[in-house]
Structures are given as structure tokens and as C-alpha cells.
């Protein structure tokens, strides 16, 4: 098991950007892909950027490729998602999850540990 902590949300207006942080502590963090995924109101978790153990295999979301850029750090026990370009439609609580195995696809169903989330709002 590892424990997950999001930082870096906040409001920002359309057009602007913001990094978010997990630090993960427990488990050595070589033995789990780790995601990002957000979930807005009225709607269901979703995947938005996944990174293999060893950065190997990257995914993004087709509404956030190009904008949002995932990096992990296993020694510092740390992934962020930086994320350019913020749309209205990226306003979402945002969620750092870790699987204990090989990443396949970014589906939130095979993540197991979840930090508590942090809320990126985009608006004018």
C-alpha cells in the first residue's frame, strides 16, 4: 500500500496553468504505475494521464494531449501533472492513484490506493 497527497490546485483563469504534486509514501514506489485522474460533478472518474513503473508507457486522455505533461520521480516518491492550456472543461476534483502492477489502460478500476483529491477550477 502506499498513501497519496495531491497539492497544487487552485482557481486559474482559462489559458492558464498549474502543477500538481502527489508525494506517495509506504510501499516502494517502483512497484506501482501511478495515474492521475479527475472526476466533475456529475460525472464519472476518469483516467487522465497514466505513467507506467518506469515511465515506459505513458497515456493521456485525448482531451488533455498536447496540454498536460504527467513525470514521475521514484526517488523523490513523487508524480505530477503539469498541466498548460487550462480549459473550463478540465474543472474537476483531481485524484493521484497507484496500481500495484503493470500499467495496462488508465482506468480508474484498476487503481487501488487514492489520495484525497485536490480541485482545479478553470473559470474567468
Known amino acids: 500500500q502506499v498513501q497519496l497527497v495531491e497539492s497544487g490546485g487552485g482557481l486559474v483563469q482559462p489559458g492558464g496553468s498549474l502543477t500538481l504534486t502527489c508525494a506517495a509514501s509506504?510501499?516502494?514506489?517502483?512497484?506501482?504505475?501511478l495515474g492521475w485522474f479527475r472526476q466533475a460533478p456529475g460525472k464519472e472518474r476518469e483516467g487522465v494521464s497514466c505513467?507506467?513503473?518506469?515511465?515506459?508507457?505513458?497515456y493521456y486522455a485525448d482531451s488533455v494531449k498536447g496540454r498536460f505533461t504527467i513525470s514521475r520521480d521514484n526517488a523523490k516518491r513523487t508524480v505530477t501533472l503539469q498541466m498548460n492550456d487550462l480549459k473550463p472543461e478540465d474543472t474537476a476534483i483531481y485524484y493521484c492513484?497507484?496500481?500495484?502492477?503493470?500499467?495496462?489502460?488508465?482506468?480508474?478500476?484498476?487503481?487501488?490506493?487514492w489520495g484525497q483529491g485536490t480541485q482545479v477550477s478553470v473559470s474567468s
Open positions: 509506504g510501499s516502494t514506489l517502483e512497484a506501482y504505475a
Open positions: 505513467a507506467s513503473r518506469r515511465d515506459g508507457n505513458i
Open positions: 492513484g497507484a496500481h500495484r502492477g503493470r500499467m495496462g489502460v488508465c482506468r480508474p478500476t484498476d487503481y487501488e490506493d
